[in-house]
């Protein structure tokens, strides 16, 4: 292996890497998870027509050969600021189809959404191809998942009421449910892919 190769190979390594007091230590990446082996688990968003913030997010179990997929739980959740226009960025509900999920986190810190979060794969939407960005299961929390102290009418770290169901275009669920959606896949096997129908 000549000098280059090796550099070459190392090098990824060690973008990966943080010292700590001396000390180095691999970070986490979130990529891994989705080399896992397949699961026979995975989530399903069922759009409510007549109000989206009544919808339901299934955690679904694959059946056996010629056996129908069940639903293990599902929870009320909302898409949306109440738009059925899949299109509309930051107000639609998500467009129907298979999104990937990329990585799943109980401490997520991002600015605007906080807590415990299941991010998704970005979609096109099927009318004008527009592209849906940032998408993520969650709820409104702190980072430690807890609830923060009431600021105002409405927090966004705190569940408030049902009209924190409605988002920028995410999915979203009271806390409670969304821990619980956490602790049924821990113990049955974590969905690699969230399917959204109509």
Known sequence: ????????????????????????????????????????????????????TKSRLHLMKKGAKGKADTSVKSWR????????????SNAGWLPNGSYDIEFRSTSYDGSA????????KDKYCAGNKTKRTDLFIHSEMTSKGGQGSKNGNDSPWRWDGDRDYKSLGCIKLKPTDIKDLFSQANSKGWPKTLKVVS
């Open 77 to 88: 959740a909302g898409s949306g600021n109440g738009s059925k226009d899949a299109c509309r």
């Open 1 to 52: 292996m000549t000098a280059r190769t090796f550099r070459a190979r190392v090098a990824p390594l060690a973008l990966t890497t943080v010292l700590l007091g001396g000390v180095a230590m691999a970070t986490a990446q979130p990529a891994a998870a989705a080399k896992a082996k397949p699961s026979n688990y995975y989530l399903k968003f069922d759009k409510n027509q007549s109000d989206p």
């Open 113 to 120: 959404i906080k807590g415990y979060v299941i991010k998704l």
